[in-house]
C-alpha cells in the first residue's frame, strides 16, 4: 500500500506538471455499449471532485479537517523548525511524501513512530506528548497530503478581475478573422459559472462540437487516399474514422502523406502568446454580454 500511494502521488504530480495539449490528449476514445455514465468531471461540485480524484488516487480515507485545525499550532511549536510550516521539507526531508505518513489513515501508525522517533538520524521521540494531540498533528499532515495530491478540492475563486474594454479590444484584434463578432452575444449563457466560460473560449472543448473534430486525409504510398475524423496519432500511426464509420489504422511508412484539419489550430496558436490580463479581460466581456 506505501508504494502504491507514493506512486499514486508522483503521477499525479506529473499529469499536473504537463500543462501541454498534444493531438492525442484531445481524441475522444469511444465509450462502450454498455458503459455507465458518469457525471462530467467539471460538472461536480468540489466536494464531489475531491471524491472521485482521491478514490482515483487511493489516497484513503479524507482527513479530520477539525482535527487537522487544532493539530496545525501543535506542528508549528514541535515539527515546523526541522520539517517546515507545511511539512513540506526544511532542514529535515518533506513529510509529503513519508511512507509513513502515507500509509497511515488516522494516527494508527504515525504515533507510535512519533513516540519513539529515530533519535540516531535526529529525529527526536515526542513520548509526553498525548495520544490526541498526536493524532491531532497526524491529521494535519493528511490535510497537507490531500492540499498537495487532490487536485479535485480545490475552489475557485473570483476570475471576473479583468478590464472589459480592453477584452472587447483583444477580441477584435485576435478573434473575428475566424468569428463573427456577433456570435459572441450570449455566449456566457451556455455556462454555469465565468471559470466555465473562461475555460472553454480559451480552449473549446471538442467531445461538445462535431465540428472541432480534427480530420485528416491519408495519401497511401501505393495509390490511393483515405480521410476522415482522427481518433489516434502519433509518431508510428494514425486512425482514422471515414464517412461511412468504418476504422481505418494507417501505418506512417515512408510515401505515406498526411494533411491534418485541426479546427482549434489558432486556439492552439492564440495560447502561446495569450497572457493571464488578456484572459482575465476577454472572459470579464464575454460576461457583460450575457
Known amino acids: 500500500m506505501m508504494r502504491r500511494r507514493s506512486v499514486a502521488i508522483l503521477v499525479a504530480a506529473a499529469i499536473l506538471a504537463f500543462s501541454g495539449r498534444s493531438v492525442a490528449q484531445e481524441m475522444e ?9 458518469h457525471k462530467p ?6 466536494q464531489q471532485r475531491a471524491a472521485a480524484t482521491r478514490a482515483f488516487l487511493g489516497l484513503g480515507p479524507p482527513p479530520d479537517k477539525a482535527a487537522a485545525a487544532l493539530g496545525a499550532p501543535l506542528f508549528q511549536r514541535d515539527c515546523a523548525f526541522c520539517h517546515g510550516p ?24 504515525l504515533l507510535p513512530f512519533l513516540k519513539k522517533g529515530i533519535p540516531a538520524k535526529g529525529m527526536p521521540a ?31 475563486l473570483n476570475i471576473l478581475v479583468g478590464n472589459a ?11 473575428v478573422s ?7 452575444s450570449h455566449f456566457a449563457d451556455r455556462f454555469r459559472s465565468p471559470d466555465q466560460l473562461q475555460r472553454e473560449w480559451v480552449w473549446p472543448s471538442r467531445s461538445k462540437d462535431p465540428a472541432l473534430a480534427i480530420t ?32 481505418h489504422a494507417i501505418d506512417r ?4 502523406h498526411i494533411e491534418i484539419e485541426d479546427p482549434l489550430a489558432a486556439h492552439q496558436s492564440m495560447i502561446m502568446t495569450l497572457t493571464n490580463s488578456a484572459m482575465h479581460d476577454v472572459t470579464a466581456y464575454l460576461e457583460t454580454l450575457r
Open 29 to 37: 476514445s469511444e465509450p462502450a455499449a454498455n458503459a455507465p455514465q
Open 41 to 46: 468531471y467539471s460538472a461536480m461540485t468540489p
Open 86 to 109: 507545511l511539512g513540506r521539507g526544511a532542514t529535515a526531508p518533506s513529510l509529503i511524501t513519508s511512507d509513513v505518513v502515507l500509509d497511515d489513515n488516522h494516527g494508527e501508525h
Open 126 to 156: 515526542f513520548p509526553t506528548i498525548s495520544d490526541d494531540q498526536l493524532t491531532d498533528i497526524a491529521e494535519f499532515l493528511h490535510l497537507q497530503v490531500e492540499d498537495v495530491a487532490n487536485r479535485g478540492a480545490y475552489h475557485v
Open 165 to 175: 474594454d480592453q477584452g472587447h479590444a483583444y477580441v477584435a484584434a485576435h478573434c
Open 178 to 184: 475566424c468569428h463573427n463578432i456577433a456570435s459572441f
Open 216 to 247: 485528416a486525409r491519408v495519401t497511401l504510398p501505393k495509390g490511393g487516399a483515405i480521410a476522415g475524423r482522427v481518433t489516434q496519432l502519433s509518431d508510428f500511426r494514425i486512425t482514422l474514422v471515414d464517412s461511412k464509420g468504418v476504422t
Open 253 to 256: 511508412t515512408r510515401g505515406a
